[in-house]
Nanobody, 116 residues
Framework: VQLVESGGGLVQPGGSLRLSCAASGFTFSNYVMSWYRQAPGKERELVARISSAGGNTYYADSMKGRFTISRDNAKNTVLLRMNSLTPEDTAVYIC??????????WGQGTQVTVSS
């Protein structure tokens, strides 16, 4: 089982990034997919979640209107489009896959740094 995140990097305030999480080794379409983030000295927090078929999404309040989560079950990929980034968005962004209480997987994360 693998969840491999990519797309992180350094971006200026107000900029945009698109993160990608490539999944393998499990039946992707069964799983709710989420993005979490963890900043230094802070607890891991949920950023966004998308249902297994992609019809339902959830965003943390501070991400609403700026972030968009999507998935492609044919490509076993989940994306996070992030706009209007601020320094407070600096964190490691981590992909999560969960199938109810049956199983859960985590990626290693990709660093996003927002700085001028």
């Amino acid at each position: 089982v693998q969840l491999v995140e990519s797309g992180g990097g350094l971006v200026q305030p107000g900029g945009s990034l698109r993160l990608s999480c490539a999944a393998s080794g499990f039946t992707f379409s069964n799983y709710v997919m989420s993005w979490y983030r963890q900043a230094p000295g802070k607890e891991r927090e949920l950023v966004a979640r998308i249902s297994s078929a992609g019809g339902n999404t959830y965003y943390a309040d501070s991400m609403k209107g700026r972030f968009t989560i999507s998935r492609d079950n044919a490509k076993n990929t989940v994306l996070l489009r992030m706009n209007s980034l601020t320094p407070e968005d600096t964190a490691v962004y981590i992909c999560n896959a969960r199938w109810g209480a049956r199983s859960e997987y985590w990626g290693q994360g990709t660093q996003v740094t927002v700085s001028s």
